[in-house]
């Protein structure tokens, strides 16, 4: 056990999904997991593990923002042993050809800082996806036929952000689509030596102001679910 995830040891698989919301992760477990077993409660951060097609999967929320990612993506690898993790969320997009229900795949995260920003220093380290992954992930993408897009996102550090000039930068570079988690999780990933990947629903278009409707949000992110649990495990 950890400060915050109180697994035993050998309860967490080598994969791990990675949504932000806990109830996310019970949603993800229960329906696409056979023999989902919840693992961990601590601070109402739940965490499952289960098979999907005879793999060993788990799905752990991380929390809300690149602080919080951080601290459950460390004590998942260094602790638990998780060699693969997937965040699996929803972002806003920032592209006219990107639309609602869409999937991002990530292969970049730009941020303006994460929790490894003091590691870094005054250097600009472009976190990356793993490669493998990402290659992975598109053809499982491609063959459920959903409306897919490869690059790079914005990883904000705030919610309520108050720089309309920064969005526009992002856009005006070619960034599809803003979140809160994902560069972290790169950082991490690439500093432990282990794969990351960020697999992402457009809710929401910070251009046009279109939104999905909560009531709708959960069944639409179900391809993205399957769509990492493919890149996971492409021989399943």
Aim: aromatic share 6%.
């Amino acid at each position: 056990m950890t400060i915050h995830i109180g697994a035993e040891p050998g309860e967490i698989a080598e994969t791990v999904l990675m949504p932000g919301d806990p109830l996310r992760a019970k949603w993800a477990a229960e329906t696409f997991l056979s023999e989902a077993r919840l693992v961990n409660d601590v601070r109402g951060m739940l965490g499952y593990t289960g098979l999907w097609r005879g793999h060993r999967v788990s799905i752990h929320g991380s929390g809300m923002g690149l602080a919080s990612l951080s601290i459950y993506a460390n004590e998942l690898i260094r602790d638990y042993g998780a060699k693969t993790l997937i965040r699996i969320g929803s972002c806003g997009a920032m592209q006219a050809h990107v639309g609602i229900r869409d999937v991002i795949i990530a292969m970049t995260a730009t941020t303006l800082s994460t929790p490894s920003s003091g590691i870094f220093r005054e250097l600009n380290f472009a976190p990356h996806a793993d490669w493998s992954l990402l290659r992975a992930a598109v053809t499982a993408a491609e063959a459920r036929g959903v409306g897919l897009h490869v690059g790079g996102i914005y990883s904000a550090d705030v919610f309520y952000d108050e720089r309309p000039d920064l969005n526009e930068i992002m856009t005006r570079h070619g960034i599809l689509g803003v979140e809160m988690e994902a560069a972290e999780l790169y950082n991490v990933a690439l500093r432990h030596k282990v794969r990351a990947l960020a697999v992402l629903t457009v809710s929401d278009h910070l251009l046009t102001g279109e939104a999905l409707p909560s009531d709708q949000r959960q069944t639409s992110f179900g391809d993205m679910v399957e769509i990492a649990l493919g890149a996971a495990f492409p021989d399943a």
